[in-house]
């Protein structure tokens, strides 16, 4: 077994065995698909329960997902990474045969492989309370916006991949948690200036809104930077880790 | 296969000032050696260089003559360290934790968990083995922590401070398991306040103050924490 695989397998012992995860899995699958449900009585016409077809109640879903997705799935990017500094365990983590960075790379891996299955979990879930609710057949384009909100939500998950950085740079949760919350209300101000959909953390939510109309070059492009950013500090944290003193 | 690790004009200079100055000091296979000092003498940060949690500002650290950037992986495999806190995450078990130190030290997974039954055994921790972590103590985590960094037979061991927080039947244990390591010719490093406690089981005592070595007290000598703070205020009003 070479280092990542072994690396892997470590990572997913602690996050199976440990409760924040569990929370969060919980917390992302339940809130949209259980919890508008209970304020279906108003019928805002914010809310997914409102739509009167399946494209509808997927995109406002994914609307939903687009901002509290955020702090779902950002509460765990920043425990997988800022807790071996708040635990103290980081000083194990050297003079190992496994190298940091590929400790690193596999903490991101493993958050994106819980991503796509949390996701795909509050899809069927979707599914299921959409069913109940009955609004009306489940043609193409329901299958379409289906598959944006998927992509919604893992573009969600993985625009929350650059507070491992901030984690490891303040060794601690309570910074990145923060910046969390400054991303969330910067990308509001920005949507409220008319930039929504070139602002990297609104983006997904900008498109679901949109309800996959709009220009497809255009729209690709605003995603795609969303893409490049995760990447981008992907690597940056995994670099961060090789290069770690403390 | 045996370690020596070397240090040679080591210098690491934090912000503050604080940090070690030109250190020269030798790991040599069979011998415990214990590193003493005041708190804030540069101890941790020492080992840290040792274990490549810092890099030097200049000066060379070698293992077995191979420069730090360019040692294998296979190499650090045999290498055992507890550093400040112990590689023991609150959610797993003791033998969970044991398995995944283990398995990160290079262990195969039947290995692992021969390794990890083994250690429990050898540092009586069976009455505590299918218990999380954080549901242990203080003394008992710790003996978690130093197992986890003994359990795989390396000749590299790096303990600092390793008595904190044990009760009287651990350090016997860890006595004893320290004793065997470097019968089986491991190079043993551990810090202490204890210098009673390293008197009984270190080969070599060496004295660091203000990030220099300033000496070395004799095991077993009499009045053995008499000779140590003779050393540290000498040194001190000198500098």
Redesign the interface.
């Known amino acids: 077994?070479n280092?990542f695989s072994?690396?892997l397998?470590?990572e997913w012992?602690?996050f199976s065995?440990?409760?924040l995860p569990r929370l969060a899995t919980l917390g992302i699958v339940l809130v949209p698909s259980l919890v508008s449900p209970l304020m279906a009585s108003s019928r805002d016409t914010g809310s997914a329960l409102s739509a009167t077809n399946w494209i509808d109640y997927f995109d406002l879903s994914a609307g939903t997902v687009a901002t509290g997705g955020l702090f779902g799935f950002g509460l765990v990017i920043v425990w997988l990474f800022g807790r071996e500094f708040a635990?103290?365990?980081i000083?194990?983590?050297?003079?190992?045969?496994?190298?940091r960075d590929k400790l690193a790379l596999a903490k991101i891996v493993l958050f994106v492989l819980w991503a796509g299955v949390t996701t795909l979990m509050l899809a069927i879930a979707l599914i299921c309370v959409g069913a109940f609710l009955g609004p009306g057949p489940f043609g193409g384009e329901a299958w379409s916006a289906l598959g944006r909100f998927v992509a919604v939500s893992m573009l969600t998950a993985s625009l929350t991949i650059p507070f491992a950085l901030v984690a490891t740079l303040s060794r601690d949760y309570l910074a990145p948690i923060g910046a969390i919350l400054g991303v969330v209300i910067m990308s509001s101000v920005l949507a409220d200036a008319g930039l929504g959909g070139w602002s990297p953390y609104a983006a997904p939510g900008y498109w679901a809104q949109s309800g996959g109309g709009g220009d497809p070059v255009t729209i690709t492009i605003q995603l795609f930077i969303g893409v490049i950013l995760s990447v981008f500090f992907a690597g940056l944290s995994v670099r961060a880790w090789k290069r770690l003193?403390? | 296969m045996q370690a020596s690790l070397a240090l040679k004009a080591v210098t690491k200079i934090f912000p503050s000032g604080d940090g070690v100055r030109e250190v020269d000091l030798a790991l040599t296979p069979g011998e415990i050696h214990a590193l003493v000092g005041l708190n804030g003498a540069g101890k941790s940060t020492l080992m840290?260089l040792m274990?490549?949690?810092?890099?030097p500002d200049s000066g060379l650290i070698t293992l077995n003559g191979v420069a730090f950037d360019k040692i294998s992986?296979?190499r650090?495999?045999r290498?055992g360290?507890?550093?400040?806190?112990?590689?023991?995450?609150?959610?797993?078990t003791v033998r969970?934790n044991l398995i995944?130190?283990a398995?990160?030290?290079?262990s195969?997974?039947d290995r692992a968990k021969s390794a990890s039954a083994t250690i429990i055994e050898k540092l009586n921790l069976g009455k505590f083995a299918e218990r999380r972590t954080g549901e242990l103590s203080l003394g008992n985590r710790q003996r978690v922590?130093l197992a986890?960094a003994l359990q795989h037979e390396p000749d590299l061991i790096?303990l600092d401070e390793p008595t904190n927080a044990l009760d009287p039947a651990g350090v016997i244990l860890l006595r004893t398991v320290l004793l065997e390591r470097a019968a089986n010719g491991a190079s043993v490093l551990v810090s202490s306040h204890h210098l009673d406690e390293v008197s009984r089981i270190a080969d070599r005592i060496t004295v660091i103050n203000g990030g220099r070595i300033i000496g070395a007290l004799q095991p077993g000598q009499p009045e053995i924490e008499r000779a140590f703070f003779s050393l540290v205020q000498t040194d001190s009003e000198a500098a």
């Open positions: 077994m280092a072994t690396a397998s470590m012992m602690k065995n440990a409760l635990d103290g365990t000083t194990g983590l050297f003079g190992l045969p496994v190298p003193e403390i | 840290r274990l490549g949690m810092k890099s992986p296979d650090w495999a290498v360290h507890l550093i400040e806190y112990p590689l023991a995450y609150a959610e797993l969970q995944l130190s398995r990160l030290r290079g195969a997974p922590g986890s790096i």
